[in-house]
């Protein structure tokens, strides 16, 4: 017998800074190109790429840069967010510019926007993905991205191999995909600088949420806070009450947003890799013959004869 639920093909949709971070912190700092800048975060990021296109030979695939570190329409709504975070130090400014750059030379769809970050595009990639018949693959470890799940999607953090789905997401974080919004508000997040509703930590909001299923159930039905069985749940409602706007206000900014300018699924296709870019960019960026091989190769191109 056919499946009732046959499983869609997926739209491969990668949140970039989190695995360029991950080479910046991890790789040794000795790789530099050909001026002598430091490269290590693009060679660690050119080695998950790689072992990505490897390993899943993605057909729809999307790879999401933030470009909207001062500029997102969060700041526009609540200027301290993100404040805790140093300004990227220019070395590490120009090797993201070398990993959108080596991501078109493969071929990939680069996402990025001035007004909306990694986390919006993907979200609305997603959106066109889904009205194609896509299903979602998002490989990221941002809890954030985890309240887009739904019916087939996925949320994968590669290098550390784990998996998961719109079932596993309570197990995760203590609450259901769909409110993980909601959770983030009331309790916060500390790296976005979002400080939450005081006194509501990551336990009281997950217990909120159970009882009242949503921020906005909560708040029209705060008398019946002060009567729950958790500790402190009369001073839990005053603050509620009090801060019933920031409460909203937190809600906006841990939303994702799904209506960014992206293109349409089937511009989200993998595209012919450009090849002279291709060699021009791994020689300036000084990679090793092992790694030139198996990015010709990922790219379906014959290596040049010269190299």
């Not at 970050?117 to 941002?142: K, T």
């Not at 091989?293 to 379906?300: D, E, V």
């Amino acid at each position: 017998m056919e499946p009732t639920n046959p499983m869609k093909s997926p739209l491969y949709l990668v949140d970039a800074s989190i695995y360029v971070f991950r080479a910046w912190h991890s790789m040794p700092p000795d790789m530099t190109d050909a001026q002598g800048w430091p490269v290590h975060a693009v060679h660690g990021f050119a080695r998950f790429l790689l072992e990505l296109l490897e390993r899943e030979r993605p057909q729809h695939i999307a790879i999401a840069f933030d470009e909207a570190l001062d500029s997102c329409f969060r700041h526009r709504l609540y200027p301290a967010y993100k404040a805790n975070r140093d300004p990227a130090p220019e070395e590490l400014r120009r090797q993201f510019a070398h990993c959108k750059a080596l991501c078109a030379a493969l071929g990939l769809r680069v996402l990025a926007h001035h007004d909306y970050e990694a986390d919006d595009l993907i979200g609305s990639a997603l959106l066109q993905g889904r009205q194609a018949g896509l299903r979602g693959l998002i490989l990221s470890a941002d809890k954030d991205l985890s309240q887009l799940l739904v019916d087939q999607d996925q949320q994968w953090d590669m290098p550390r191999q784990q998996r998961w789905g719109v079932d596993e997401v309570k197990a995760r974080y203590g609450v259901h995909a769909h409110q993980i919004a909601d959770y983030l508000a009331l309790c916060g997040d500390a790296v976005d600088n979002i400080p939450g509703v005081s006194g509501v930590g990551a336990k009281t909001a997950a217990i909120l949420l159970a009882h009242f299923g949503s921020l906005d159930t909560l708040l029209e039905r705060l008398d019946e806070v002060a009567f729950l069985r958790l500790r402190g749940a009369a001073a839990v409602a005053a603050r509620l009450r009090e801060q019933h706007q920031q409460a909203l206000l937190f809600r906006q900014l841990t939303t994702v947003a799904c209506d960014a300018p992206v293109p349409a699924a089937a511009d989200l296709q993998r595209a012919p890799a450009d090849g002279q870019m291709l060699d021009g960019l791994t020689q300036h960026l000084r990679m090793g013959p092992m790694t030139r091989r198996r990015l010709f190769a990922a790219a379906g191109l014959a290596l040049p004869e010269s190299n």
